[in-house]
């Protein structure tokens, strides 16, 4: 049945609702409840915990900007996303004070008990709200997360009402990081153009003017977390997506050369990952790496992951610089509507990025 239902095309903005894990944690089972489990899939790969040849690139916001640092900087940032698609940013310009808020409200938030954070739930026919995404059918395989995901900007696309109003501050420290976020996003996709050698200013301005959904994840502990999943494994359809950590347990994983790589947290670091936007514009140089995110026997893990989108004005396709000296185009071009209805409307036994090669 899951694989027909993989086989067909699919309304992917619709989700079904799912049974709290949260909820079911607090139960302390000692076994996962079959629909949970993973077993065919996490042993799939030979799992690589950073090895000292193989750790996540760090890339310094600080060095990009400094004149007298910047050529060096722009090649391991250009590096990083070649061969990584992912890597760990520090001196973002974030302010520590927004961050340290936004995870405060994201604790608080899950603190809350279950009926004051299902008036937050999603709707039919809507991924915003409190749930899980992507549940299509009722013998899906589930993943072990709770989450809230919501539209932040531009402001007009907010949809309040699902907003949640407790904790009191959670909107307002929402509004102000989702803030911050942009600019991070504008100044390191500014460099990523730079490193590419394309027109800085014009992309930067695109994600300026941008869009950007912010998902809040809670991963509770597991009693058997070698055989469920946190996340499913994917690439984002996002043009850079921004991962903030709410604390020191590692659960990201990214997949590099056959291998998955566990990314370690680092203090004041925010994970930054190439999405499929970026791919296409950089006709295949850069690279949205699959990635996951596994749990923990014994501990809760949070973070707050934003989807960092260009203006929906702006056609999504391989920049004119990589294609007028005659090297053919790696993928189509589409407005955004298109490149939205197409990710949301689709086969999940496809990679989405597979459907929009030439």
Known sequence: MEAE?????????CCLPVPSVQELAIQQPEAVPPRYIRDHVVGDHVITVNPSSDRVPLIDMNKLVDPDSQDAELRRLHSACKHWGLF??????????SLRNMKK????FFDLPLEEKKRWGQKPGSLEGYGQAFVISEEQKLDWNDMIFLRT??????????????????????????EEMRKVATSLVR????????????????????????????????????RVIGITQHADYSGITLLLECGNIPGLQVLKDGQ????????????????????????????????????????????ITTFCFPSSSVKIGPAKEF????????????????YRHMFYNRRLDVPFIDMLKI
């Open 153 to 178: 900007l531009p402001h007009e696309i907010r949809k309040l009402d699902l907003w949640p109003e407790h904790p009191p501050k959670f909107r307002e420290t929402l509004e102000t990081y989702s």
């Open 323 to 338: 294609t007028k000296s005659g090297t053919p185009p790696l993928y189509r071009t589409l407005t955004y509507a298109e």
């Open 260 to 303: 998955w790589v566990t990314v370690i947290p680092v203090d004041g670091a925010i994970v930054a990952n190439i999405g499929h936007i970026m791919e296409i514009m950089s006709n295949g140089i850069y690279k949205a790496p699959d990635h996951r995110a596994m749990v923990n026997r014994f501990k809760e893990r949070r973070s």
């Open 88 to 97: 760990q940013l520090i001196n973002h310009g974030a302010a520590d004070e």
């Open 191 to 226: 460099s990523m153009a730079m490193a590419l050698e394309l027109e800085a200013q014009e992309i930067s301005d695109a994600y300026q003017e941008g869009l950007y959904e912010v998902r809040t994840t809670l991963y509770p502990p597991c009693p058997e977390p070698e």
């Open 105 to 108: 409200q994201a604790q608080e």
């Open 5 to 13: 239902a993989a086989a067909a095309t699919l309304n992917l903005e």
